[in-house]
C-alpha cells in the first residue's frame, strides 16, 4: 500500500512568489492535515480536510490556504511568500477511525526555502 | 492554553542502555497522547499512542511509554537503545478543544552512542 506523497520534495522561491504543495494520501484516507515545521516553532497545524471540507484551522494568515479534491488529494497554497515561510511542509493523512484517536501517517514533506 | 512539553533538547545514551524521553501534557480529563519519531529528511513516524487502558503501552521498534495521570506524564522508554534509534522524536496530545489536531512538542534529539 502506497504511503502519503507529497510533491515536490524541494523547491526555492522568492520573496514575493506564490507556491502550490500537493499531497495524495494513503488510499481510502479521507482526512488530510497540513502542518508546518520550522526550527524555530517546531510543528504547528495549518488546516485539516475531511471530504473536501475544511474542518479545522490554525493560527495561520489568510495567505495560507488550501482545498481537497473529490478524490481526497490535497494541496496547500502560500501566497506572497515571505522569508519566514522558508519551512518543511507536512502533510499528514487519516481515516475516519483513525482520526478520532489521532493516528496520522505523514509524507516526507516537501522544503521550502524562500530566498 | 494547550501544551506539551518536552524539557530536554537532547537526550545522548549509550548503545545497549536504556532510553528515556520525558513528555509532560496539559489536557484535563481524558487525554490523548502520542509519540511520533523522524529521522532525517523524512516525515513523522507513528511509535505509539495513549487512548485509554493500561498505563503501560507498547509500540514499534521495541519503545513503550507510560501514562501518568498524576505527574501529567508521558514518557518514551526503550529498555536497550541502538544506534539506528537516533532520531528526533516528538511527544503530542490531541486538541482540547474536540478538534481533531494534534499539538506537538518541540521535539528531543535523541542521539545514540556506539
Known amino acids: 500500500k502506497a504511503g502519503v506523497t507529497q510533491t515536490p520534495r524541494y523547491l526555492i522561491k522568492t520573496r514575493g512568489q506564490q507556491v502550490t504543495l500537493s499531497c495524495s494520501p494513503i488510499s481510502g484516507h479521507r482526512s488530510v492535515s497540513w502542518y508546518q515545521q520550522t526550527p524555530g516553532q517546531g510543528l504547528q497545524f495549518l488546516f485539516e480536510?475531511?471530504?473536501?471540507?475544511?474542518?479545522n484551522k490554525g493560527n495561520f494568515p489568510g495567505r495560507f490556504s488550501g482545498r481537497q479534491f473529490s478524490n481526497s488529494r490535497s494541496e496547500m497554497n502560500v501566497s506572497t511568500l515571505e522569508l519566514g515561510d522558508s519551512a518543511l511542509y507536512l502533510c499528514a493523512s487519516s481515516t475516519v477511525r483513525d482520526l478520532n484517536t489521532g493516528e496520522l501517517f505523514f509524507g516526507e514533506g516537501s522544503r521550502l526555502t524562500v530566498l | 492554553a494547550q501544551s506539551v512539553a518536552q524539557p530536554e533538547d537532547q537526550v545522548n545514551v549509550a548503545e545497549g542502555n536504556p532510553l528515556t524521553v520525558k513528555c509532560t501534557y496539559s489536557v484535563s480529563g481524558n487525554p490523548y497522547l502520542f509519540w511520533y519519531v523522524q529521522y532525517p529528511n523524512r516525515g513523522l513516524q507513528f511509535l505509539l499512542k495513549?487512548?485509554?487502558?493500561?498505563?503501560l503501552v507498547k509500540g514499534s521498534y521495541g519503545f513503550e511509554a507510560e501514562f501518568n495521570k498524576s505527574q501529567t506524564s508521558f514518557h518514551l522508554k526503550k529498555p536497550s537503545a541502538l544506534v539506528s534509534d537516533s532520531a528526533l522524536y516528538f511527544c503530542?496530545?490531541?486538541?482540547?478543544?474536540?478538534?481533531?489536531?494534534?499539538?506537538f512538542g518541540k521535539g528531543n534529539q535523541v542521539v545514540v552512542i556506539p
Open positions: 480536510y475531511f471530504s473536501e471540507t475544511q474542518r
Open positions: 495513549y487512548i485509554t487502558g493500561d498505563n
Open positions: 503530542a496530545e490531541r486538541d482540547a478543544g474536540g478538534n481533531n489536531r494534534l499539538a
